[in-house]
T-cell receptor, first 113, second 115 residues
Framework: AQSVTQPDIHITVSEGASLELRCNYS??????LFWYVQSPGQGLQLLLK??????LVQGIKGFEAEFKRSQSSFNLRKPSVHWSDAAEYFC???????????FGPGTRLSVLP | DTAVSQTPKYLVTQMGNDKSIKCEQN?????MYWYKQDSKKFLKIMFS???????INETVPNRFSPKSPDKAHLNLHINSLELGDSAVYFC??????????????FGDGTRLSIL
């Protein structure tokens, strides 16, 4: 079975600063990888996904993520954070041959003005 | 147009009661899910249905009974509610089955509070 860790429970950055949220996974094969964002009181919205091919994927809202097989990581980045990016971010791993997602514990992002 | 809609958004009830949460998706997806998000924001899958058939049934008390009248609806009925059932319950849907490369689309959640 796959598993996901997000080492940072809470991150605070200043508006305009760059951002990197960490995600590490455990899975025996190449996984399907996703990042979701959850704004307060809302459901989860897909930011981006990786299945195969180019290891740097672009998503919505100016986010990107890079798949590094050697490090079993799929870190989310944004060059310049906006106050509206304050939210909870979840990394998720899906496996081939089975409709079973596993979500990481989430990282809460706070943005200082 | 709401893609995945859940009702009610908030549900406050007493211990021991029975309640239902409804979910509908208008995306034409084949697969629907129920997740529980606890107070620490941890998301855990409870059930998954594909074309009205139960596919995933994680270790969930049998007080929780999902029902899928058609592939666009997946309702969750909870009997004899307990304090530990307080959480936010999310419905989600995705296209296809057998390969989890399709992202899931989530509803806005139902916040269940047990008094």
């Amino acid at each position: 079975a796959q598993s996901v860790t997000q080492p940072d429970i809470h991150i605070t950055v200043s508006e305009g600063a760059s951002l990197e949220l960490r995600c590490n996974y455990s899975y025996g094969a190449t996984p399907y990888l996703f990042w979701y964002v959850q704004s307060p009181g809302q459901g989860l919205q897909l930011l981006l996904k990786y299945f195969s091919g180019d290891t740097l994927v672009q998503g919505i809202k100016g986010f990107e993520a890079e798949f590094k097989r050697s490090q079993s990581s799929f870190n989310l980045r944004k060059p310049s954070v906006h106050w509206s990016d304050a939210a909870e971010y979840f990394c998720a791993v899906g496996r081939r041959y089975g409709q079973n997602f596993v979500f990481g514990p989430g990282t809460r992002l706070s943005v200082l003005p | 147009d709401t893609a995945v809609s859940q009702t009610p958004k908030y549900l406050v009830t007493q211990m021991g009661n029975d309640k239902s949460i409804k979910c509908e998706q208008n995306l034409g997806h084949d697969t629907m899910y129920w997740y529980k998000q606890d107070s620490k924001k941890f998301l855990k899958i409870m059930f998954s249905y594909n074309n009205k058939e139960l596919i995933i049934n994680e270790t969930v008390p049998n007080r929780f009974s999902p029902k899928s009248p058609d592939k666009a609806h997946l309702n969750l009925h909870i009997n004899s509610l307990e304090l530990g059932d307080s959480a936010v319950y999310f419905c989600a849907s995705s296209q296809g089955w057998g390969d989890s490369n399709q992202p899931q689309h989530f509803g806005d959640g139902t916040r269940l509070s047990i008094l």
